[in-house]
């Protein structure tokens, strides 16, 4: 595990987004991450399979950080 990069405990819905949303602390910097929300599907619905998933979504936002694949606004999209 990376010791610069610290999960918070933070999963929820980002209505105006539209994604599941959760942070992690990178050298100290506070970073969003997102996954969209499939069309016609209940936040609620999506928001538990992220979170029963979650292990797997954290490793792929550590992949993404290491690749610096920030959007414009220092966000992470997964």
């Known amino acids: ?23 992690c602390l990178v050298a100290g910097l506070k970073v969003y991450c997102y996954i969209a929300c499939p069309l016609n599907t209940e936040p609620d619905v999506f928001v538990a399979k992220i979170k029963a998933e979650l292990f797997n ?22």
């Open 1 to 23: 595990m990376n010791q610069q990069l610290i999960f918070n405990d933070d999963v929820g819905f980002d209505a105006p987004r539209q994604a599941v949303s959760f942070s």
């Open 57 to 78: 979504w954290e490793d792929s936002a550590e992949q993404a950080i290491a690749d610096d694949a920030y959007n414009e606004a220092g966000e992470i999209w997964l």
